[in-house]
């Protein structure tokens, strides 16, 4: 009876959120993701396109298809990012995309306070775009700031509640605490999400 009970909640849950939507990309936003992969696949040895078109894809929410690109990278070229994001970063005080590349480039250097305050940066400078709040979110958690990290996830998850990377994030708080009933919950979400993503923008 207990297991019936079980496999009815599961039932009831994935039936409830298998048809949400996906959330939106802007057009914009879409365009500068194929003209970045346009650009690598004519590149495909160059670290420059490979890296920028992983930032395209983590700007826009598409995590998996970014961190593959980002882990091709040499760990060396996350310097690079430093020193040339750094100082454009204080040069042009609107663009948010250079904080929040500078950000990626501190993350994989171990600087993580300092990527932390780059991706502030860039937040400060667009609010509006869930994801560099799900980057803050990811580097508190690998500071250990497990509570705050999970805090920053639901106020993204108001923002774009079908954010799939940040209902990754979460599941893994969740994970951490010990709630294992929500990090399970979490991650049928993410599934989910994935296969609706796979489905819709042809991934």
Known sequence: ???????????????????????????????????????????????????????????????????????????????????????????DLTDWQHPFKLGFGYFFIKQKAEALEAFYEARKRNPDNVWILAFIALVKGEMGEVDEAMSLCKQALKMEPNATGVHFLLGEGYRKKGSYMKFISQMMIVGRLESEEALTRGK
């Open 1 to 91: 009876m207990k297991r019936f009970g079980f496999f009815a909640l599961f039932l009831l849950f994935f039936s409830s959120s298998l048809f949400a939507e996906i959330y939106p990309i802007s057009e914009p936003l879409m365009q500068e993701v194929r003209l970045k992969k346009a650009y690598y696949e004519a590149n495909p040895t160059s670290n420059q396109a490979r890296f920028e078109l992983a930032m395209s894809y983590a700007y826009t929410g598409q995590i998996r298809l970014g961190w593959g690109a980002l882990k091709k990278l040499p760990k060396s070229y996350s310097h690079l990012v430093v020193a040339k994001y750094g100082p454009l970063t204080k040069e």
